[in-house]
């Protein structure tokens, strides 16, 4: 009688329950199965989460899910967990000296925001990319993303220097009572050094892309021609000057004859959207104002003599975050703010953490360099992957790109460390996939 009621013995509540299960776990083994979509996603949103602003916490959500799934996977992959290579302590150091900061203003959303952008989002970023991006189905989708957010980010300056801010998303990047610099193109950063950092950065991935032709043709010509008129409309002559100096190097050094004429390009078409800019709008004659403009210059040398001082009295531990914006708003009398910043990374981690914080920054960064100098070992399909020789070669100007900048403005946007931690990642992912093909080759 049984088996007449219940044909092949099948059991009506334990199928409800397995159907059950099997919904509730299908999207988490998606997300197990193409980590990289997710890591992705995060940086996407946290690229419209600018620092200092109450804003949605929607990145801080799924940067949590992202770091549950990537444990998962390697739970299920049973994947050792290896630190990436002794630049772990200095970053391990800094962070815990920026932990017991914040632990001084407990109750201030702001400072906990900061703390997450300046050192949590690259140090994890950094040790979890190297277990997501680990093939080149991987390193092709960040490949893409970076392509994206390049051709978003140069559209929306191209928009906001042509006036034409309807086309502009979101909205809050338009709202002048948010951010800084609300007369220059300063993206969903609401800074306009931050804004031209990252289409540096993003603007040397391209050309890369564009070496291994990736990018070619109509589309990218025209990724050339936007990325120089989105720098352009920054209106911020660091972002000019790294700008400039990143497109020299390579234009006269890059052993790419490709690179060098993309570069060639980048020159022409820099050229003409300027002349083309003055000519067209007499607005934009606001374009050599600031080449003459002298009040942030002073006011920035005001911060920097505060901060001298503030460091030649305590060098070896530093004031802390609480008491060195107090000690900095009493030492600037001839300005009036709110608040006041170093607009210098090198400065307030000097000022803030003394000393030692500042040789475990340099520890990083001189780790940082390291990470470029193992080679493909032989076979390797040169030419082929994201990551290839070349790539290598280029990632000393990703750095100094981001350190120059660093020296007019504080890097406390989440998007631009995470990026940029993030491809230091992927090198230390394929170094230990070059020590398993080469044993010889160099550990990190």
Same mark, same amino acid.
């Given at each position: 009688?049984?088996?007449?009621?219940?044909?092949?013995?099948? *059991?009506?509540?334990?199928?409800? &329950?397995?159907?059950? *299960? #099997?919904?509730?776990?299908?999207?988490?083994? =998606?997300?197990?199965?193409?980590?990289?979509?997710?890591?992705?996603?995060?940086?996407?949103?946290?690229?419209?989460?600018?620092?200092?602003?109450?804003?949605?916490?929607?990145?801080?959500?799924?940067?949590?899910?992202?770091?549950?799934?990537?444990?998962?996977?390697?739970?299920?992959?049973?994947?050792?967990?290896?630190?990436?290579?002794?630049?772990?302590?200095?970053?391990?150091?800094? &962070?815990?000296?920026?932990?017991?900061?914040? %632990?001084?203003?407990?109750?201030?959303?702001?400072?906990?925001?900061?703390?997450?952008?300046?050192?949590?989002?690259?140090?994890?970023? #950094?040790?979890?990319?190297?277990?997501?991006?680990?093939?080149?189905?991987?390193?092709?989708?960040?490949?893409?993303?970076?392509?994206?957010?390049?051709?978003? %980010?140069?559209?929306?300056?191209?928009?906001?220097?042509?006036?034409?801010?309807?086309?502009?998303?979101?909205?809050?990047?338009?709202?002048?009572?948010?951010?800084?610099?609300?007369? /220059?193109?300063?993206?969903?950063?609401?800074?306009?050094?931050?804004?031209?950092?990252?289409?540096?950065?993003?603007?040397?991935?391209?050309?890369?892309?564009? /070496?291994?032709? +990736?990018?070619?043709?109509?589309?990218?010509?025209?990724?050339?021609?936007?990325?120089?008129?989105? *720098?352009?409309?920054?209106?911020?002559?660091?972002?000019?000057?790294?700008?400039? %100096?990143?497109?020299?190097?390579?234009?006269?050094?890059?052993?790419? /004859?490709?690179? +060098?004429?993309?570069?060639?390009?980048?020159?022409?078409?820099?050229?003409?959207?300027?002349? =083309?800019?003055?000519?067209?709008?007499?607005?934009?004659?606001?374009?050599?104002?600031?080449?003459?403009?002298?009040?942030?210059?002073?006011?920035?040398?005001?911060?920097?003599?505060?901060?001298?001082?503030?460091?030649?009295?305590?060098?070896?531990?530093?004031?802390?975050?609480?008491?060195?914006?107090?000690?900095?708003?009493?030492?600037?009398?001839?300005?009036?703010?709110?608040?006041?910043?170093?607009?210098?990374? #090198?400065?307030? *981690?000097?000022?803030? $953490?003394?000393?030692?914080?500042?040789?475990?920054?340099?520890?990083?960064?001189?780790?940082?360099?390291?990470?470029?100098?193992?080679?493909?070992?032989?076979?390797?399909?040169?030419?082929?992957?994201?990551?290839?020789?070349?790539? /290598?070669?280029?990632?000393?100007?990703?750095?100094?790109? $981001? &350190?120059?900048?660093?020296?007019?403005?504080?890097?406390? $946007?989440?998007?631009?460390?995470?990026?940029?931690?993030?491809?230091?990642?992927?090198?230390?992912?394929?170094?230990?996939?070059?020590?398993?093909?080469?044993?010889?080759?160099?550990? #990190?």
């Amino acid at each position: 009688m049984s088996s007449v009621a219940h044909p092949a013995g099948r *059991i009506p509540g334990r199928d409800a &329950l397995a159907w059950a *299960i #099997y919904g509730a776990l299908r999207p988490w083994h =998606a997300l197990i199965v193409a980590p990289s979509l997710l890591f992705l996603a995060t940086l996407a949103l946290m690229l419209f989460h600018p620092p200092d602003f109450n804003f949605h916490s929607v990145d801080r959500v799924a940067f949590g899910l992202l770091i549950l799934v990537v444990l998962l996977r390697m739970c299920v992959l049973q994947q050792p967990l290896r630190c990436g290579g002794t630049i772990l302590w200095p970053m391990l150091a800094l &962070l815990v000296l920026a932990f017991c900061g914040a %632990l001084a203003q407990p109750n201030d959303a702001e400072t906990w925001s900061l703390f997450a952008a300046k050192w949590l989002v690259p140090f994890t970023l #950094y040790h979890l990319a190297v277990y997501v991006f680990n093939d080149e189905r991987s390193l092709h989708r960040f490949e893409t993303f970076s392509l994206i957010v390049l051709a978003y %980010l140069s559209l929306t300056a191209i928009f906001f220097m042509f006036d034409a801010k309807q086309f502009i998303f979101p909205r809050y990047i338009l709202d002048e009572s948010l951010g800084y610099h609300a007369d /220059r193109a300063r993206g969903p950063f609401l800074q306009a050094v931050a804004n031209g950092v990252t289409l540096n950065l993003l603007g040397i991935v391209a050309l890369n892309s564009f /070496r291994r032709r +990736r990018l070619r043709g109509i589309v990218g010509i025209l990724f050339l021609a936007a990325l120089s008129l989105a *720098i352009l409309a920054t209106k911020t002559r660091a972002v000019w000057l790294s700008f400039a %100096l990143s497109v020299l190097v390579l234009l006269f050094f890059s052993p790419s /004859r490709r690179l +060098r004429r993309a570069c060639l390009c980048l020159v022409l078409a820099g050229g003409i959207g300027l002349a =083309a800019v003055v000519t067209l709008a007499d607005r934009n004659t606001s374009l050599g104002d600031r080449l003459q403009e002298q009040g942030p210059v002073i006011f920035r040398m005001a911060i920097y003599q505060a901060g001298w001082e503030m460091f030649l009295k305590k060098p070896l531990t530093g004031w802390g975050a609480a008491d060195m914006q107090t000690e900095l708003s009493k030492r600037i009398s001839d300005f009036h703010q709110e608040q006041f910043f170093f607009h210098n990374t #090198y400065l307030e *981690i000097v000022v803030q $953490y003394g000393l030692v914080g500042l040789l475990f920054y340099l520890w990083i960064v001189v780790d940082l360099f390291k990470l470029g100098r193992s080679r493909n070992p032989a076979g390797f399909p040169a030419g082929s992957s994201f990551l290839d020789q070349e790539f /290598r070669s280029l990632w000393p100007l990703l750095l100094g790109v $981001y &350190l120059l900048n660093g020296s007019f403005v504080v890097m406390n $946007y989440q998007f631009v460390n995470g990026f940029l931690f993030t491809v230091a990642g992927l090198l230390v992912a394929q170094n230990r996939r070059n020590e398993a093909i080469e044993p010889s080759a160099l550990k #990190y």
